[in-house]
Structure formats: C-alpha cells, structure tokens
C-alpha cells in the first residue's frame, strides 16, 4: 500500500464575498506535477438578488481547467464559441491549450434566487508537446457521470475520465489523467487501486478521513508515495473527496498569472499574443450567464 508523504492545509483567500480555500499552490508543496493549483469555492448560501461569481472573461494558455460544481449552477462561455450551464453534479473540463478567453459566471436564475454554492476549479498541466494544442471545451451534467459503489456499498466513486471498476468516464483526457471525486459514508473504508508510478491527487472537501494510517481533516491535500499499486482510506464521518492520478510531466515549469508554460519567453509570448487579440475578443464574453 502508498504511505502519506505530507498533509498540506488549504490557507484562506477570499475573492469579494466569495469564500475561498487553496491547498495548491501553498508554503511547501508547489505542484503534485502534473496537478498544479486548486480553488475551493464555498461551501456558502448566496442570497436572493446576489451579484454571483466575479469571474469575468480572463484568458488561459497552456494547461486545463477542471471545475467540479458540487453545489449551485456554472455558466461558462468562452472565445472559441463553447457555452453552456452546468449544474449541482455537473462538471466542466477545458483544455486551454494554444490560447482562450473564457468567463465562468452564475447564471441569472442563482443571482435572482440565491441557494447554496460549492465548486471546485483543478488545474492540470500539459506537456510541452501539447502546450499549444487547438483549445476544447467538454461540459457534463450530474446524470451524464457514471456512479459506482465502493467501500462495499458504503461509498460512491463519480467517475469523470479514466475507467474504473469496467466503466469508463464521459471525458477523455489528452494525457489519460485519471479524476473522480468519492462519496463515503461514515465507517466506510475503500482500497482505491492506482498503478505505480503514477502521482495521486487527493484533497478532502469535507468530512474526516483516515489515509494510509494518517488521520486527515477535510480543507487538506494528501501526497501520497508512487511505489506501490493501491491505498486505503477509511472515513470517520460523512466524507466528500476529490481523486485523481496521473503521469508526472517532468519538465521545466513556468507559471505567471493565467499562463503556464516551460519558459520565461514562452510566457512573453503568451502575453503579447493576448495582447494582439490572438485569443479571442474578451468584450464578446461579457453577456456570459445572462
């Protein structure tokens, strides 16, 4: 069985009124290559007549974004004509690539009504073989993802991309990055399988789990050794978890706002690219959730 190799607390940085958590980057682990920044969003109640989330049109180029919508609703529009509102269940995973302008904003509906709110955003890296690939966008709602039992009967695994237990996931990754998030009941206990070699990324949205011996609160992130095929986690309450794997990349890293590349030119490039409408007109995304 993998072994913990560090527990990393989320540090608090709110955005306006929206409550927001990072476990990566933070203080001592900069990525789980090739995982490389999560926001946790929420869990909060918005009120009736509320102003929804503050992000605008913003570009990208370079890696993915996956956004997990565990609670509200997300619209997403973005420059290369892909639009759609996903909702409690759903999720969106878009490939950046050579270069986008998306905003993810609520939909008029939440802002009229309110409700509760919890999302997700994970970035994952691209080699740089695939730095500039032609950009996508995949949106999937809660009934399009597979469920399936684990911790006999005691859990639920939502699986996104990847196969697992003979089903295969709705989205297909361009580096065959593995990523669900588990539902588990309190006194469940799962042996996750998960081939050598592969770097594991596992972050506790709520509840108390027990990995690999080590007891963890939710709000953390787990490193987890790569020298072995499977670990254990038992859950001490209700526990929500956020569980992916990959290939590391191993290769030089670059990051400086909304880019991530393998160079400081590169990165210029980035900026003067965006600078020269490359990426699309930010002004046509700003009817984004109406």
């Known amino acids: 069985m993998r072994s913990v190799l560090a527990v990393h607390p989320a540090h608090r940085d709110d955005i306006a009124d929206l409550i927001t958590r990072r476990p990566l980057p933070g203080p001592d682990v ?21 102003r929804g989330l503050p992000f605008g049109p913003h570009p990208h180029r370079g890696f993915e974004t996956v956004t997990f919508i565990l609670h509200g ?5 973005d420059s290369g004509g892909h639009e759609s509102v996903i909702e409690a269940g ?5 490939t950046a690539g050579s270069g986008l302008v998306h905003a993810e904003l609520s939909p008029e ?5 309110g409700g509760p709110l919890e999302i997700l955003q994970l970035w994952v890296n691209l080699p740089p073989a695939l730095k500039m690939t032609e950009p996508r966008y995949t949106g999937v709602q809660k009934a399009d993802i597979p469920t399936l039992s684990i911790a006999a009967g005691n859990g639920t695994l939502h699986l996104i991309s990847g196969e697992f237990g003979g089903e295969t996931g709705p989205i297909k990754s361009l ?6 998030w588990v539902e588990l009941k309190a006194g469940a206990k799962a042996a996750l ?5 592969r770097h594991v990324f596992l972050y506790v949205v709520a509840g108390r789990v027990d990995i690999a011996g080590t007891p963890v609160d939710k709000y953390h992130l787990v490193e987890l050794t790569d020298d ?9 309450d209700d526990a929500v978890l956020l569980f992916g794997h990959a290939m590391p990349i191993d290769a030089p890293l670059v990051a400086h706002g909304p880019f991530v590349m393998n160079s400081e030119d590169e990165i210029r490039q980035a900026y003067a690219d ?4 490359k990426f699309g007109d930010p002004a046509k995304l700003i009817k984004a959730g109406d």
């Open 30 to 50: 900069e990525q789980v290559d090739p995982f490389l920044f999560l926001n946790h969003h929420g869990p909060q109640t918005y009120p009736p007549g509320n």
């Open 73 to 77: 609703s997300l619209s997403h529009l």
């Open 90 to 94: 759903g999720v969106q995973w878009m």
């Open 109 to 113: 509906a939440f802002k009229r009504q």
């Open 175 to 180: 580096t065959e990055v593995f990523m669900s």
């Open 193 to 197: 399988q998960v081939e050598k070699g």
């Open 228 to 236: 072995e095929d499977s670990f254990v986690v038992g859950a001490a």
């Open 274 to 277: 965006y600078r020269a409408g």
